[in-house]
């Protein structure tokens, strides 16, 4: 698997559009991962120049997360690197981009509390972890 785990804070707003293609749910954001770091010659504490990821999300991942997350959110995103590369119009160079398509978002919480709520038909009745109907 070429999976990758980031930890990070939301840096802008998320953006929800719904693909003109194919009607899909499309969430766009960025998210900043921090490091501090114990400066020996003053004894404080400091952080590090942040590392921005563009984060992209599609359908039912996208519209759950456009209502669950905000900016500042503490995060943990799980996905696969991939090329978003552009040439802008009129132009000979290419534009290098490289963004984390979320497989799953969730909070952090060692920086947060949350109260789940499950979307009605999205468990597989037949899985051993879904919610079984009572008799």
């Not at 990070?8 to 770091?37: C, M, W």
């Not at 996905?79 to 952090?108: C, F, H, M, W």
């Not at 949350?114 to 468990?123: A, I």
């Amino acid at each position: 698997m070429n999976e990758i785990t980031l930890v990070g804070n939301i840096g802008k707003k998320p953006e929800l559009v719904h693909s003109e293609r194919t009607g899909d749910a499309v969430l766009r954001f960025s998210i900043a991962q921090n490091e501090r770091y114990l400066d020996r010659q003053s004894g404080q504490w400091r952080d590090a120049k942040p590392v921005w990821t563009d984060v992209v999300a599609f359908r039912d991942l996208a519209e759950n997360a456009a209502q669950s997350l905000h900016t500042g959110d503490a995060v943990i995103v799980i996905g696969k690197l991939a090329d978003n590369s552009y040439t802008p119009a009129g132009e000979d160079r290419e534009v290098r981009r490289t963004e984390l398509r979320a497989q799953a978002i969730g909070p952090d919480l060692r920086r947060a509390s949350t109260t789940l709520t499950r979307r009605p038909g999205r468990e597989r009745t037949e899985s051993t972890t879904a919610p079984q109907p009572t008799a």
